[in-house]
């Protein structure tokens, strides 16, 4: 029998109502023929409740503990999702991450699938039972510790788990219909992407388009597993990302991001080693670096650029100092009110001229690029934080993504 | 290192504050010397939040998916009371009852424990860490299902767990300060018993005294471990129960209980066997009898009368009628307007005269007696239902147990 692996967000299963409604989609798919396994997060605000919770408890980390409580949310999820699918005569079992075999890493809070043992997860089938497995949790195998996996862990269980299954594809329900060419709350005449490859939807991802995470989109990349997003609303196709898409398009979607901060060190004597003396210190803190950008230099200096989440900013500007002083550079700044606008497209790999016709738009429209940076595949801008808006609408209508879904 | 095992229920981790507050008693009980391990329940109406939802999703039976369900509660609550004992300066660990090695049979939502295999637990006692174990529930070794212990399950954790960790007492927290002469709410004068046998606490709690469960208090019993009974709001003494007490008491105190029913099957049959005739279906339909009564015979035929718990009264009638048509007997009669009144004290065993006391005290204050049920230390008489209160209070009065604590 074929094997569906279905993955149900918080919004999907917020109350009793919406967890029935995923009960009969789910005994629908069954009652086709094909085997279900479903992957849930904790209902509507669940996690975030049980966050204040240990906020009000305590103000100091508690990381073993923390993901002790944190994952009281799927289990509730997943216990009263197999209730109600019992209740339409389809035997249904749950199961917690660590009985399912997700095997991680031992970091709380940011753990890693190392490996998945779905024995009984494959018992159940076996004995004809829709499955029901926590997202977003796992186990430490050598500390026997619960563990979870941050954010967007539960689509990232959903796809291992299809891979370690063999499952035909894995499909992510969620609020939205689909991957859209830019943010709809940003532009009105988004259009939804019908399909989209791996490589795209993992730039799309890590640049800002919410819907899905990097890590998701990554293992299914790696164990080529076609990962179909959908509303869990109604029955419409979604989005589906896979290996290849028929249609290569040239500039697929938009994606924006206004949450990083860009800094500056200034007058760097341009020697060897001097990016890695500036790097190291950064990634030993722990501070994820997006773009980096070095100029060409001038008289023996030149100005190194990056950028970091905001809320890394004050630390990574202590950081730089601290290099800055030790390399005799000229200096550190910081500017908080930046923002991110990255251009995707398969397409972009043949064809020439993307990137010159986005400068372009970004001009006409008055915008002042601050930074660039390119991968065969996506050229990003750093621009001013209250022009990013308007350089998506721009884009949008200039690289031509308006009305025809691609 | 001396070891203690403190229970602490729904109402003495209601929030975060009073959290913190069994944060800092356990950790005041640590700097003392001693190694703790703290049994929790869900805070405050938990596992009652879990059941609504359950209800809301579906109005049929899910044994195992429930008890998946309502050990989310203790979860809670243990991951967050590990926190605030780290807070403290203090190493702590929450350990589900199935990583504590809680194992039970299968019964989902009446589990009973079968063993214990604590290896976690000593190894975070031998780390020097408070070790935080979720109550009421467990696994089921053969399945691995996640199983709940029903009504006192906490309590049956905790005392189990002293025993298989060779603590040298249980303490039970509860937000009442012991146990009384009689329940508080009915007689004004009762009085907080400071020590108490086991065999009288098991012949009260079985009888409606509702501070203990029969069930702890017989591991307690089994296992010889002494439990105190002690209000988690101050340091004050609560009651002791262990095997001996060094004042033995005539009576130690009265129990009621007013949700019995009287079924009285008549003009039976006295022939051998009769009896076992009409217990047998009781029991396969799993209706748990409290007290029987049978009289000596007239004219060839007796009168047979139990009480059963009053939600059980109509089966317990239908299964009487159809065995009394079987043998012949003259009918069944239900009375659910009755009620028990149960007067225990291990003196009895020695001292006579207390249960023609007891039925003089009845006499004077007017309450006809309708059943007489006796052990070697107690005697219980069914009474009209709303004749009980004003009997524990004659009672009470009459058998001197008031101003003097025992």
């Known amino acids: 029998m074929p094997l569906v692996v279905q993955k149900y967000g918080g919004t999907s299963v917020a109350d009793a ?3 029935r ?51 009281a949310g799927e289990r509730i999820t997943m216990s009263l999702l197999a209730m109600a699918i019992q209740d339409l005569g389809v035997p249904a079992m749950s199961l917690t991450g660590s009985q399912a075999g997700i095997l991680t890493t031992g970091r709380h809070g940011h753990a890693e699938i190392v490996e998945i043992k779905a024995m009984r997860v494959r018992e159940g089938l076996d004995e004809g039972k829709v499955v029901i497995v926590a997202g977003y949790q796992g186990v430490d195998p050598d500390t026997k510790n619960v563990t979870t996996l941050g954010r967007g862990g539960s689509d990232a269980t959903a796809v291992a788990l299809a891979s370690a299954l063999g499952a035909g594809r894995c499909e992510i329900y969620t609020d939205v219909d689909g991957v859209f060419t830019a943010d709809p709350r940003v532009v009105e005449d988004a259009v939804k992407i019908d399909g989209i490859t791996f490589e795209e939807m993992l730039e799309l991802a890590s640049a800002g388009a919410g819907v899905l995470m990097p890590r998701s989109v990554e293992f299914g990349r790696r164990f080529n597993i076609p990962i179909h997003v959908r509303s869990s609303f109604h029955d419409g196709e979604g989005t589906w990302v896979k290996e290849d898409v028929m249609e290569e398009a040239v500039v697929r979607g938009i994606a924006h991001n206004i949450s990083e901060a860009k800094v500056t060190v200034f007058a760097v004597p341009d020697t060897p080693g001097i990016a890695a003396s500036l790097f190291e210190p950064l990634a030993t803190a722990g501070i994820n670096v997006d773009m980096i950008v070095q100029n060409i230099s001038h008289d023996g200096t030149t100005d190194i650029s990056f950028t970091v989440p905001t809320e890394a900013s004050h630390l990574a500007k202590a950081e730089a100092e601290a290099v800055a002083a030790d390399v005799g550079a000229g200096g550190v700044s910081v500017d908080e009110r930046v923002g991110k606008v990255t251009v995707v ?32 595949i996506r050229i990003s801008c750093v621009v001013d934080q209250h022009q990013v808006e308007s350089a998506v609408r721009a884009l949008h209508v200039g690289l031509g993504l308006e009305g025809s879904s691609s």
Chains 1, 2 share one sequence.
Request: charged content about 25%.
């Open 21 to 71: 409604h995923v009960a009969r989609r789910i005994v629908d798919t069954y009652k086709e023929g094909e085997n279900v396994v479903a992957v849930v997060s904790a209902m509507g605000d669940g996690t975030d409740e049980l966050l204040a919770l240990a906020r009000d408890v305590s103000q100091q980390d508690h990381p073993r503990e923390l993901d002790m409580l944190l994952t």
């Open 345 to 376: 497209g398969i397409g972009m790999k043949t064809e020439s001229g993307v990137a010159a016709q986005m400068f372009r738009v970004l001009s006409d429209a008055g915008i002042n690029i601050q930074m660039i940076s390119t991968s065969p």
């Open 17 to 19: 109502d919406r967890i």
